[in-house]
């Protein structure tokens, strides 16, 4: 069955350090999505992209983080200045169609921990 | 905007107990609902969904009825099991006013089955 892969499953980086979180969606979705939860809290989304390019972003996705597919299969969530409340699970999701009925699929989550 | 509160956890029940995991919600329009389902170390994975009033969802002996009078789309199984010791999150993704299909979740509950 397709699935979608997150690598690492852990990070811990330093504060102020540059972060790549990388994800393979499933190869016929067309839209990507990231989204995080930070410990005891809701699922937050952060951003979603089609056709090599945002279509949407939340507050959160502030100037310090960016996606991009380079190669038409990963998709990857930067973050260029670490901060210690960016400390949480990080999930990619991808779905063939943008219809209500139609599910996104997660990736296992990447945890990121700033120190 | 869009959000959804589900009880908080965890949620603590003895082997073939009854479950309850409530669910409320608010969107305009008619969202699609859905239950996600996350075991340990593994990424979130569809357990069931209802794209319309009074329709049902089911899969694993999971049950849980979309009821637009009460906003309401509660998890229900006659009888756990340790295999269903999980984070259970709720969510609903609906017709945009304007961007992308944006799937909304909630903050998810832990359930802790013991033998």
């Known amino acids: 069955e397709p699935e979608v892969t997150q690598t690492p499953s852990h990070q811990v980086t330093q504060m102020g350090q540059e972060v790549i979180l990388r994800c393979v969606p499933i190869?016929?979705?067309?839209?990507f999505y990231w989204y995080r939860q930070i410990l005891g809290q809701k699922v937050e989304f952060l951003v979603s992209f089609y056709n090599n390019e945002i279509s949407e972003k939340s507050e959160i996705f502030d100037d310090q983080f960016s996606v991009e597919r380079p190669d038409g299969s990963n998709f990857t969530l930067k973050i260029r200045s670490t901060k210690l409340e960016d400390s949480a699970m990080y999930f990619c999701a991808s779905t063939r169609r943008e219809q209500t009925n139609t599910e996104a699929f997660f990736g296992q989550g990447t945890r990121l921990t700033v120190v | 905007g869009d959000s959804v509160t589900q009880m908080e956890g965890p949620v603590t029940l003895s082997e073939e107990a009854f479950l309850t995991i409530n669910c409320t919600y608010t969107a305009t329009g008619y969202p699609s609902l859905f239950w996600y389902v996350q075991y340990p170390g593994e990424g979130l994975q569809l357990l069931l969904k209802a794209t319309k009033a009074d329709d049902k969802g089911s899969n694993k002996g999971f049950e849980a009825t979309y009821r637009k009078e009460t906003t309401s789309f509660h998890l229900e199984k006659g009888s756990v099991q340790v295999s269903d010791s999980a984070v259970y999150f709720c969510a609903l993704r609906r017709p945009p006013s304007g961007g992308s299909y944006i799937p909304t979740f909630g903050r998810g509950t832990s359930l802790i089955v013991h033998p």
């Open positions: 190869s016929n979705h067309l839209y």
